[in-house]
């Protein structure tokens, strides 16, 4: 028996448990806006000591176990030790304009909706510098659909069946799972994610090999290494690299889209933040 677990006191089979556990959640409400209070003034010490010294400046976002040498390393509040401060990617990045050389975020952008993945885009532009590059990995809606169909020339959907760790498997919950699992809110294609990408001011867009930069930037190179430093390439058949470099159009205007056929201007918690020029979503 372990003498030190936390006693239960309503057990999850109680038909009380729905009720205490709703009535609970402006109480972790609170306690996570005291936490997130708490560090402000810890992420501008690390922020600015960060940007003081000399040499390649980089933003690693939902970088869970897999922390980089010489990148600033960030999650969410609470899900992993390893990062350097908690961050949240739907809110405005705690950079000054034009500070960065990079920034990488792999199997992130997923997870947030479309809406939120363009302020994101917009941030980064922002606290890049002109020549700096995003380099993003997410879930390819197009070749997700292709593997699913058999139409991938790189693998057969039932080698995916090997790494399957969600118990049953079949190609429709394997299909089912990348749109809807794990937290999953947006999938992109190459195309829709570049041209959001160029609307928001990153003038060179391309698609990569794993582990391989387009850009001069050493430090993107051999990044992907989630599935381990000698991963076979037909782990990434449906996975979209893409990056952005940043070039000199200026971002003016906050990024607005459309509800109900309607312009809605995105809100920033931050009004002192320059964020992107105006971006459509991904319906006209």
Known sequence: MNQHARPTLVSSESPLYPALRWAYQP????????QELRWQPRIRRIVADYLADEGFKGLHVGCGPFRLEGWLNTELLGHHAKADFPLDITRPLPFPDNSLDAVYASEVIEHISHEQAIRFLAEANRVLHRGG??????????????????????????RFKSVWIDGEFSPEIWIN??????????????????????????????????????????QLNGLETRYGPDAPAWLFARTLIIEGEKGARATLARPSVKVHGRPKSLKWTDPDVAVAREAEASSK
């Open 133 to 158: 590059v995003i380099r993003l990995t997410t879930p390819d809606v197009a070749e997700v659909c292709r593997v699913f169909l058999g139409e991938s020339p790189a693998v057969d959907l039932e």
């Open 27 to 34: 109480i972790k409400t609170a306690r996570r806006a005291v």
């Open 177 to 218: 799972a990348q749109f809807h699992a794990y937290g999953h809110q947006h999938l992109w294609s190459f195309e829709e994610l570049s041209s959001a990408m160029k609307r928001l001011g990153f003038d060179q867009t391309v698609r990569c090999e794993p582990m391989r930069t387009n850009s001069g930037i050493a």
